[in-house]
């Protein structure tokens, strides 16, 4: 339900929109955030779907002639809106308290995930709103970055809410009568296409060794509810009753559409304080393969690469190569595909 206030055109702009949150709103969000193990990553993520699922609603009302969808992505600094050929990025916030809008500096520097229009949303989840506090188009702050020559601070672009359009109508003009190529963006450069992916890094870290007491983080699920297994009769077949193995959704948005894959973990205990582990990647959603060029990296704590393996046409899992370690060891598990990878902390 959406509220706007009326009377005079003067009063009119005294006033901030405001976008009323429905109960199944939070539903979605906790459910979406829930996929996060941990809990100031989930809180992030919770306010990001509530602000992405309540602008989505406000547009649709508002321009329905425009095609209007969501990415799935989990990343916990912003989520993306599609709104015709125009990107939107959604900035949350449960506070402007300080008159400062934190802008991630990937979201602006990198061509994956640059967007037109950056949109400002104050999530008050108790009084179940969402306020529009501004929208700044990508030219202007590229360009009000290079008159002042502003610099990041630990990753983010410190703006001042005062940069950001506080007429939300603006930005319903723009998406109607803009044509997107009028506000550039980024493009991957030859030398960018070869350089490291762009990294989500999940924070926590998934302790193995507590799953041999029972031990889980809600986002491991028991295997058969996330892998189809027709499609992957290679794991159904095998050692179905060793170890303990959980699997964990893992979503790498644009670059798969609206697959997801399913991360699979399986751990045994060889001795006292040793642990043998298997690592498969296997397609979710019921799917019956993984994308091409799909890879899963094993890397030390150091940060080498330890083992790598990269899915073809038609496979319907791929599978590092089997490894042990000592309790207390630590490791990373990434899939990346194209410039996303998505990174795992584990410790035996």
């Not at 609603?57 to 209007?68: A, F, Y």
């Not at 989840?125 to 969402?130: D, I, S």
């Not at 319903?172 to 506000?183: A, G, M, N």
């Not at 890879?295 to 790598?308: D, F, P, R, T």
Request: hydrophobic share 40%; aromatic share 8%.
């Amino acid at each position: 339900m959406l509220k706007s206030p009326k009377n005079s055109t003067d009063f009119r702009l005294l006033l901030p929109e405001v976008i009323w949150l429905e109960p199944e709103y939070f539903d979605q969000a906790k459910n979406i955030s829930s996929q996060v193990s941990d809990e100031s990553s989930q809180w992030r993520n919770y306010l990001n779907i509530l602000a992405l699922i309540a602008l989505e609603e406000w547009l649709k009302e508002r321009i329905p002639e425009q095609s209007i969808s969501k990415i799935n992505q989990i990343i916990e600094t912003s989520c993306i809106l599609n709104v015709g050929e125009f990107k939107l990025s959604i900035i949350a916030t449960d506070n402007l308290l300080n008159e400062l809008v934190y802008l991630p500096k990937n979201i602006v520097e990198a061509p994956e995930l640059a967007t037109h229009f950056y949109v400002v949303l104050e999530v008050l989840e108790e009084q179940e709103e969402v306020i529009i506090r501004g929208c700044l188009r990508y030219d202007q702050l590229v360009n009000y970055r290079n008159q002042v020559n502003l610099q990041p601070q630990d990753n983010f672009y410190h703006l001042p809410l005062s940069l950001f359009d506080t007429e939300p109508n603006h930005l319903l003009f723009y998406c109607r009568l803009l044509e997107p190529k009028s506000i550039p963006l980024p493009v991957a450069s030859s030398e960018m296409t070869t350089a490291e992916p762009l990294e989500y890094i999940q924070k926590s870290t998934t302790k193995l060794s507590q799953w041999l007491q029972d031990v889980f983080n809600e986002s491991w699920q028991v295997v058969d509810s996330l892998i189809n297994p027709e499609a992957n009769l290679a794991y159904s077949i095998r050692n179905v009753n060793e170890g303990v193995k959980r699997a964990k959704l893992i979503d790498l948005g644009m670059q798969l559409g609206s697959q997801n894959v399913a991360l699979l973990v399986k751990i045994k205990e060889e001795t006292e304080d040793k642990l043998a582990i298997l690592i498969q990647l296997h397609p979710g959603d019921g799917a019956r393969c993984l994308p091409p060029n799909l890879k899963l990296i094993l890397v030390s704590k150091a940060g080498k690469i330890l083992q790598e393996v990269q899915s073809r046409t038609q496979d319907n899992y791929i599978q590092l190569k089997p490894f042990k370690g000592e309790q207390g060891k630590r490791f990373q598990i990434q899939a990346s595909l194209g410039s996303v990878s998505i990174t795992e902390n584990f410790e035996l």
